[in-house]
């Protein structure tokens, strides 16, 4: 799906995902603080773990015919890569 964009569509997608990943990674940093990577950080996080997560569902098959079902996949595996970033980070601050 995210291959066979068009260069202009590619950043635009890019784009909106960094906008809303902006917004919740602000949120997200005033919930965990010192816990947490920062707004921006958390919006590369989010931003990554969004379009990591749409590219695997597409290499196992997964076709996205609905934007819905893109969509929930993409915020899925980005609050999943938070959460196990946030687990690990925690991790190693017990060390």
């Known amino acids: 799906m995210l ?7 590619l950043l635009f997608a890019v784009a909106t995902v960094a906008v809303f990943g902006f917004f919740f990674g602000t ?3 005033a ?3 010192e816990d ?3 707004s921006t950080g958390n ?4 931003t990554l773990g969004f379009f990591v997560a749409v590219m695997v569902a597409n290499e196992h098959g997964i076709t ?6 893109a969509v929930a996949w993409g915020l899925s595996g980005a609050f999943v890569l ?3 970033m946030a687990l690990i980070k925690a991790g190693l601050a017990r060390l």
């Open 43 to 46: 919006t590369l996080l989010f």
């Open 31 to 33: 919930i965990m603080k």
């Open 64 to 69: 996205f015919r609905d934007l819905r079902l």
């Open 3 to 9: 291959l066979h964009l068009g260069t202009t569509w």
């Open 27 to 29: 949120a997200l940093d």
């Open 82 to 84: 938070i959460s196990v």
């Open 36 to 38: 947490g990577f920062g």
